[in-house]
């Protein structure tokens, strides 16, 4: 039963197939071809047509194949090549893939611990290319913004201070928004101060790395309402404020962005600013989560963390 559904379906589907080709170059190219043979294809292909709309398999074979051979013989100099098909086909997906890398989403891997416990080594993300506006190509505008940048936003950006480290030209980072235009910036102890506001911690528990063992304390922080897991390390009362810190104001056009690992993070506390320009988008899922040891071995598959949203 099962065979004989399946030996239809293939049946019908070629018919389609044959039957879009040749109703397509008369289409496109009656003009070149002489009456008669016009008239004598689409003789052929109404009856095809009516066969595939009867649903009479056998007559709809027969039909079929003399299409296919009025095709062969009377517009086979108007038909695609198998090669020609399969190039258009591989650069049409080339170019829709590129296009959707430049304005809708771009795939990134997390290679550090800079995010934990938000993001881990091995996350692979989306991020929203156009959430913050689309970029004009060779221009440094960006034009229909969705939202603005908003404090607790995860952003990936383009490394920003490669001037003094020229080997870092090109590489994206990803760090969590705390500061925008502004805003004064300060950290005294474990807590992070906005404008003069203590942004409050509130203890969850104890945080232990699955790569290393090292033990965390870790909090949620509260973001003006933006709510977020931070980690500190164990016994350590006192947060790194860097060679930046404290920020009078964040200068116009830039922002100001932390790690979630706040003892163990690269990041403004040090280099300073991130151009608005220069930020990419914004993460919002993890689609698939690799755990590697240390040698690069494949520990497990991270199942839990698959399709998961970041806050």
């Known amino acids: 039963m099962f065979s004989k559904w399946l030996n239809e379906y293939r049946i019908k589907r070629r018919a389609r197939d044959v039957i879009k080709t040749a109703d397509s170059i008369l289409k496109r190219y009656s003009s070149s ?44 100099k108007f038909r695609k090549s198998r090669l020609r098909q399969n190039v258009e086909s591989i650069a049409i997906a080339i170019i829709l893939a590129l ?22 080594i091995g996350d692979h993300l989306l991020v929203s290319k156009f959430i913050y506006g689309t970029k004009i190509p060779f221009a440094e505008k960006k034009v229909f913004p969705i939202e603005p940048i ?27 928004v705390v500061g925008l235009p502004g805003d004064s910036i300060d950290i005294k102890g474990r807590n992070l101060y906005i404008n003069g506001e203590k942004i409050p911690l509130r203890y969850i528990g104890e945080y232990i790395d699955e790569r290393s063992g090292d033990v ?3 909090y ?24 930046v810190l404290p920020v009078k104001s964040v200068p116009e056009g830039h922002v ?25 988008g914004r993460a ?7 755990n ?15 399709c998961s949203i970041i806050y």
């Open 256 to 280: 100001f962005v932390v790690g979630d690992n706040r003892d163990s993070s690269f990041d403004s506390r040090f280099w300073g600013f991130v151009p608005i320009q220069s930020i990419a």
């Open 216 to 218: 965390f304390d870790k």
């Open 150 to 176: 908003k404090r607790g936003d995860v952003a990936v950006f383009l490394y920003p201070n490669y001037e003094r480290d020229p080997q870092k030209e090109g590489l994206d980072y990803i760090k969590r």
């Open 33 to 76: 071809l002489s009456p008669e043979r016009t008239e004598s294809v689409r003789e052929k292909l109404i009856q095809a047509e009516n066969a595939l709309r009867n649903g009479n398999v056998k007559d709809l074979t027969v039909r079929v194949a003399e299409l296919e051979k009025r095709v062969e013989e009377d517009l086979s």
């Open 284 to 290: 919002f899922i993890v689609h698939w989560s690799w």
């Open 220 to 243: 949620e922080e509260d973001l003006f309402g933006e709510k977020h897991d931070v980690i500190y390390k164990k016994g350590k009362d006192s947060t790194d404020r860097g060679r």
């Open 99 to 120: 296009l959707i890398r430049t304005f809708v989403v771009q795939p990134f891997k997390i290679p550090s611990g800079s995010m934990i416990p938000t993001l881990l």
């Open 292 to 306: 590697w040891d240390g040698d690069g071995v494949l520990n497990k598959v991270r199942w839990e963390r698959v």
